[in-house]
């Protein structure tokens, strides 16, 4: 039954997995089962990462259909302005095709020389790179050349890909106040950057297993459809990889004749044909890596959705009804107080020289929470923690633009130990929470700060401070 698969499902999810926070399941265009794990919600937007990439492809279908460019045209020929004065033949070879299914010819990503770029100059940072293999030959991961293809729709439609996608995408899905972060050259990432709500994966998900008909409007040319899903170019050849099925444009192949959406730190959008279904998820997965979720959908999901979705057994719907109501990461789990609460309640501790730049650090105790009191360089930081609860605020500290532009927040504060004050806060718009554990001992003060997942290996930094 499904109903009582997709209760197996989730709790695996939540014994193996931890930190998802939401999922929308779909079959026969109907919702079969939905559900947010608080504080996360359904009305909160969640930022895509390199799922981001598949509507860009489909805005490069969109503007190829209205005749705008072909995606048989020579990259270097969009930008005159920016190209080498030595122009390479297996540059000139690359088309936009080639940016589309990953196939460009490049050894390496091009967009960390564009991060790095001091003018901000990306355009001729991905020119710069070289094109090593004839295009359309070899397989390699290029986020650059998804900038690429934003910068050709925006070069050739005058807009951005937000607002070209507005009335051709957004708006007929019902896909409310998306966001788009730009590059330093005014241009939308493409790759990443686009922030949308669960609902709304499932939606481009349905049109795109609709063939691009959406309410009796075909929205999407069925040939780009097909052509964008269909594997291009190979990319490994390990069975049992959801990485190594063939690569479209800007969308995998997945195992299961299924294909996907999906972007670091385990944001999907997976189309299962066959199945006549779609399942959107968000999450904030970390070391143990994206394959993981993708096992357990076939494992658990996909026989019940091979059989009929009509559920005859009303009390395991019963049970995943109750389940999904009752979804929630918890608060921090110890004690509201502690020995030494009175006597490090609003002392004033100075931090050594760190990359946060914090100049002082006191911790403001109450009976219903505490309040974290910073000062940089650039101003004062308060921070509102609630014990057993999430506390909504805001907190800049952490902000990575371009990358994690969110400030709004959730926090929760407990103490684990008795000379150890910990807290979590949670930028519940993206896949990220930080946890900050403050030990203290006589005048000094530990801080001990983790993130859940980074594109980095993850590690801890410790300040230090002194009263």
Known sequence: MVAAAVLRWVESLESQIHEIHSFMLMQHGKVLAEGW??????????????????????????????????IDDPVVSFFPDETPAEVSDLLAAMRVRHLLSMSTGHDTDTFPPMLERADGQWIKAFFEVPVVHQPGTHFLYNTGATYLLSAIVQKTTGQKLIDYLQPRLFAPLGIEHPTWADSPEGISLGGIGLSIRTQDIARFGQLYLQKGRWEGRQLIPEAWI?????????????PQS?????????????????????????????VMPKQDA???????????????PLDLIWDKLLPALNGNAADDDPAAQQRLTEKLADLRLRPVQGEADSPLAASISSRVYRVEDNVLGIETLAVHLSDTGCTFALKTASGEITLPCGLDAWLPGQFTLFRRPGMMDSTTVVTSAAWTASDVLTTVIRFYETPFFYTLRCQFAGDDLTVDIDVNASFEPLKTLRLTAHA
Not at 44 to 68: N, Q, R
Not at 226 to 238: F, L
Not at 243 to 267: K, V
Request: net charge negative.
């Open 37 to 70: 794990w608080s504080p996360y919600g359904r009305t909160h937007p969640h930022m895509l990462f390199s799922l981001s990439k598949s509507f860009t492809s489909t805005a490069v279908g969109l503007a190829a259909s209205e005749g705008c460019f072909s």
């Open 226 to 238: 097909d052509e964008a899903t269909t594997a291009q170019v190979s990319n490994g050849d390990d």
């Open 242 to 270: 959801d990485w190594a099925q063939g690569y479209g444009y800007q969308f995998w192949r997945c195992r299961h004749d299924a294909y996907r959406a999906d972007g670091a730190f385990g944001q999907y959008c997976i």
């Open 278 to 292: 779609v399942l959107a998820i968000t999450s904030g997965i970390g070391p143990e890596g994206m394959q993981p």
